[in-house]
């Protein structure tokens, strides 16, 4: 679990990123999933949009993808969702 540092910590670093995956009208199915999880072992903070048409409440889109890529909520803010996880081996995110 993140504390309220390591949160704005993170969303400082978020700030920058360009969006990487978009959950649209099927929401979060197997291939958004696989998308996310791939661009968390790459990049360890990745940035998501949940568009319009989505399904899912961007809260839900959020915790739902967190629980299936195993990774933590740094931010909700509007339609962009901000996750993170450390790798496993090689951590380039330093947590305060």
Not at 6 to 30: A, M, N, S, T
Not at 54 to 76: G, I, N, P, Y
Not at 78 to 88: D, E, F, I, Q, W
């Amino acid at each position: 679990m993140l504390t309220g540092k390591q949160r704005r910590h993170l969303r400082g670093l978020g700030h920058k990123l360009q969006v990487i995956v978009q959950v649209g009208k099927g929401g979060v199915d197997e291939g958004v999933v696989t998308a996310i999880d791939q661009a968390l072992a790459d990049h360890e903070l990745v940035k998501i949009k949940v568009g319009e048409n989505a399904e899912l409440d961007r809260h839900q889109a959020a915790e739902e993808l967190a629980k299936q890529t195993k990774s933590q909520v740094a931010q909700v803010l509007g339609n962009t969702v901000l996750l993170y996880r450390a790798h496993p081996d090689e951590p380039t995110i330093e947590l305060p």
